[in-house]
């Protein structure tokens, strides 16, 4: 193995290690995120009725929260793309799905835009499972 070889693998290593932790920072924008900043809230509020202030706190709490997310992930994109070179996550189109028409002129998707779709994919199906399997009913 060549030094340039060990290098091309630490580069994709650390190409796949971020694409993950972009990942679950996408994760967090649809979970964690809005579940902190409510028991943050949660935890401010003195009875069952609260002002204002609690509900401030978790609104002003999400959104400086995920801004600071969206800004993590474009700066992470960048590493990513400074790491590996491509702009573009090549899909995987299975040739019986091919048309005949098919051009190259649809440009692929980034990985920013992957992580973000797979993440809201990943949160939908998530929702979907917990609320018809543990959800239980609220009327007994």
């Known amino acids: 193995m060549t030094r340039r070889d060990g290098k091309g693998v630490l580069r994709s290593a650390a190409a796949y290690l971020v694409a993950a932790v972009m990942l679950i920072a996408a994760l967090s924008l649809?979970?964690?995120?809005p579940l902190v900043w409510l028991w943050?809230?949660?935890q401010l509020a003195a009875t069952q009725f609260p002002?204002?202030?609690?509900?401030?706190?978790v609104l002003i709490?999400?959104?400086?929260s995920i801004l600071l997310v969206a800004w993590l992930l474009g700066h992470l994109n960048e590493v990513y793309l400074r790491l590996t070179g491509s702009r573009t996550v090549e899909p995987i189109r299975l040739g019986w799905l091919k048309?005949?028409?098919d051009s190259g002129s649809t440009r692929?998707?980034?990985l920013l835009e992957a992580v973000i779709v797979g993440s809201?994919?990943?949160?939908?199906?998530?929702?979907?499972?917990w609320f018809f399997t543990l959800a239980?009913?609220?009327?007994?």
Do not use: E, H, N
């Open 30 to 33: 649809w979970t964690l995120i």
């Open 40 to 42: 943050i809230g949660s």
């Open 51 to 57: 002002s204002m202030g609690p509900y401030a706190v």
């Open 61 to 64: 709490g999400v959104i400086v």
């Open 99 to 101: 048309s005949l028409r």
């Open 108 to 110: 692929p998707p980034t």
């Open 120 to 129: 809201v994919v990943i949160s939908f199906i998530a929702l979907i499972t």
């Open 136 to 140: 239980g009913s609220p009327v007994d």
